[in-house]
């Protein structure tokens, strides 16, 4: 994921202040462009610009949202100027300043830190050009790096009270083909999340189309494999966010709540305590801190197996862990009164401790005042969206003071409220199982669980979606094309590969309940389809572009293609073989850098095959390749796969094509 340079400075050939002639145009080219390049930025200039909307709101647009903006001074052009008054009104930091010889300073960025380039007949100094481009380049790298950014604005350092405004969510008027990008992006994202294809959105999270925006894609992917349960690869999205805007609590939040929900639970702490030290006042954060107890707690004495007397033992000898998780909760209601998940669990852990241990917490005697104050917050919900959850905290309420009569009429009342939404119903349930493994207020508790065993009787559950022992990721080389100059699958060696194949899958023992992942090419991926389906595996095929433009460039120009092509459709018509999904209709477009190059399909389809096996856990994912050895195609390839699985897994079985023929 390249970062974005947008540079201003004068076009054309101009003269400085003592008439010599200089010719941004060389400048920009041999110099400014290339060290931009060589700092790993995509860069772009006003007179680059490839939209078909007005060039200045488009300049704009950049001048607000670009990660660098260079700004060439060499001259007194009043544009160039403008734009760096924009940029220095607008954003604090994120500008680089360089000039070639001139023999005077403008006096308000004399102390501002600029690269002085080395001209010779008013282009780049060739003597130079290289250490010219080096320091420009360092330069660059050293103000986007996260741990050294500073204010360079003169109005953010002369006004240092002063914020910046909202400037992610500005969008200039006719600038629209910058923000549809997007939009359609965080479209398919959403619409990934909700098809449960996790492996489109690990795709789409490295290829946000605005910049710019990158740390907002990485938080909506984030979030999206956190809602799909993927911690550790959600986890990954709020990290690399987390690189950029190192102080985002929103950030270090989710990051946090993944630690936790993968049960490192003192990283966890760690994070929610950096943010009370900042937000003392933040409930949910303290909420957060509460729940981390609370799973610390349970862990310590939920061990199956064990009789309800032993249960109650450990979680009573636990109760450091319980006061905490108590404290912690309370902390969260006094601050929100509103936020009435807090308050009913330090309520239901408060009266848990007492019957545990006979004991009164250092709250116990406000009791009373927070179940009337979250009976009234509960009663107040008029969020459609939350409506279940307040009434569930009242039939919640109703177990700790009422009677079996009182628990069974407000959790009818809860259940109304929820829509048949299964999960939300089997969430409240597994609490209430909690409850009940350690007898507490037995009449009520089971008189609750019979109302939700009956609520969930009447729905289907949720179909769970078929889950692999192993996965088996292939790729390999395709056939020979007839005019191949250099012979590397001959035809006539397919018999042999496909033995190899086979073998490969008996000796790893693959079987009915693995899955087998390829794109479906002449050559090895149709064999390695053939050897999984004779294995009775599930095969699901990954493609590049649509499935008859996959067949004429993948299949049809090998040797005996039409052979090939009738050995395709026989694997794609089999009943073990899942519905083909092709790259286009599912992750959508190729992106485009502003120089117009576009990603490679193929190397795109590569971290959507991988993607597709590990979200199943890596460990379960063995990669089985036919190769040569040789770089091949380059990105793309069976190479770059080969090294992209060696860095991930490592679980790797190599037909070396050099050895078996």
């Not at 005077?104 to 004399?110: A, R, S």
């Not at 409850?435 to 507490?440: A, G, H, N, S």
């Not at 979606?465 to 094309?481: A, C, E, N, T, Y």
Request: charged share 25%; with cysteine.
């Amino acid at each position: 994921m390249k970062l974005h340079a947008f540079v201003a400075m004068p076009f054309g050939v101009k003269n400085d202040s003592q008439g010599r002639r200089i010719d941004f145009t060389r400048v920009y080219q041999e110099l400014i462009k290339p060290a931009l390049e060589l700092a790993a930025l995509d860069v772009i200039r006003a007179d680059e610009e490839r939209s078909a909307g007005d060039i200045r709101e488009d300049m704009f647009q950049e001048l607000l949202m670009a990660d660098l903006v260079l700004a060439d001074l060499s001259i007194d052009n009043p544009n160039v100027w403008y734009e760096l008054g924009v940029r220095h009104a607008l954003r604090a930091g994120g500008v680089v300043l360089i000039q070639g010889p001139r023999d005077t300073k403008p006096f308000d960025t004399y102390t501002d830190r600029k690269y002085t380039y080395h001209l010779k007949d008013g282009v780049p100094d060739p003597d130079f050009l290289e250490q010219d481009k080096q320091a420009i380049a360092r330069l660059a790298r050293s103000t986007l790096e996260p741990k050294f950014k500073r204010v360079v604005s003169p109005v953010y350092s002369l006004l240092p009270n002063l914020s910046e405004p909202r400037w992610k969510s500005l969008r200039i008027g006719a600038a629209k083909n910058y923000w549809a990008h997007y939009d359609e992006w965080a479209k398919r994202v959403e619409l990934a999340r909700k098809a449960g294809h996790s492996e489109d959105i690990l795709v789409l999270a490295n290829e946000p189309p605005v910049t710019a925006l990158r740390v907002d894609a990485l938080i909506k992917a984030g979030k999206s494999l956190l809602e799909c349960k993927l911690y550790s690869f959600a986890l990954e999205q709020f990290a690399i966010a987390s690189q950029f805007e190192p102080a985002n609590e929103e950030i270090n939040s989710f990051q946090g709540i993944c630690l936790q929900r993968l049960g490192r639970y003192n990283e966890a702490r760690a994070i929610y305590r950096e943010i009370l030290e900042e937000k003392p006042w933040d409930a949910e954060t303290w909420a957060l801190l509460g729940k981390v107890e609370k799973e610390v707690w349970l862990r310590c004495w939920d061990v199956p197996g064990a009789t309800k007397d032993d249960l109650r033992d450990n979680a009573s000898y636990e109760d450091v862990a319980l006061l905490n998780a108590i404290q912690y909760y309370f902390t969260a209601f006094e601050l929100a009164p509103d936020h009435y998940y807090s308050g009913i669990n330090a309520l239901t852990l408060m009266a848990l401790y007492h019957d545990l241990t006979g004991n009164q917490t250092p709250w116990s005697h406000q009791f009373e005042l927070m179940a009337n104050s979250l009976g009234w917050s509960a009663r107040c919900e008029k969020a459609r969206s939350r409506l279940y959850w307040s009434r569930a905290t009242l039939a919640e309420l109703a177990i700790l003071q009422g009677s079996p009569a009182d628990v069974k009429t407000a959790f009818k009342y809860a259940i109304a409220a929820a829509e048949n939404d299964w999960f939300a119903l089997d969430a409240t349930l597994t609490q209430l199982r909690l409850l009940e493994r350690l007898d507490f207020l037995k009449e009520n508790v089971a008189c609750a669980i019979r109302v939700f065993e009956r609520a969930l009787e009447q729905l289907t559950p949720p179909d769970k979606k078929w889950q692999p022992q192993r996965v088996f990721l292939f790729s390999g080389h395709r056939i020979d094309m007839p005019q191949a100059l250099t012979p590397r699958f001959p035809e006539d060696k397919a018999e042999i590969a496909a033995q190899a194949i086979a073998a490969a899958l008996e000796n790893a023992g693959a079987t009915e309940n693995d899955l087998a992942l390829t794109q479906g090419a002449a050559g090895g991926d149709i064999l390695f389809a053939e050897a999984a389906l004779a294995r009775n595996m599930r095969l699901q095929l990954l493609q590049p572009c649509s499935e008859p433009e996959f067949i004429e460039r993948s299949i049809l120009p090998s040797v005996n293609g039409e052979k090939w092509r009738k050995r395709y459709y026989r694997i794609r018509n089999n009943p073990l073989c899942m519905p083909v999904r092709s790259m286009p209709t599912c992750l959508g477009p190729l992106s485009r850098s502003h120089d117009g190059n576009e990603m490679n399909p193929y190397e795109r389809c590569n971290r959507w095959l991988l993607y597709s096996a590990l979200i199943y856990g890596i460990e379960q994912v063995q990669f089985i390749c036919l190769w040569n050895g040789s770089s091949g195609n380059g990105p793309g390839g069976t190479a770059s796969m080969y090294k992209e699985v060696q860095r991930r897994t490592g679980d790797i079985t190599w037909l070396d094509t050099r050895t078996l023929w």
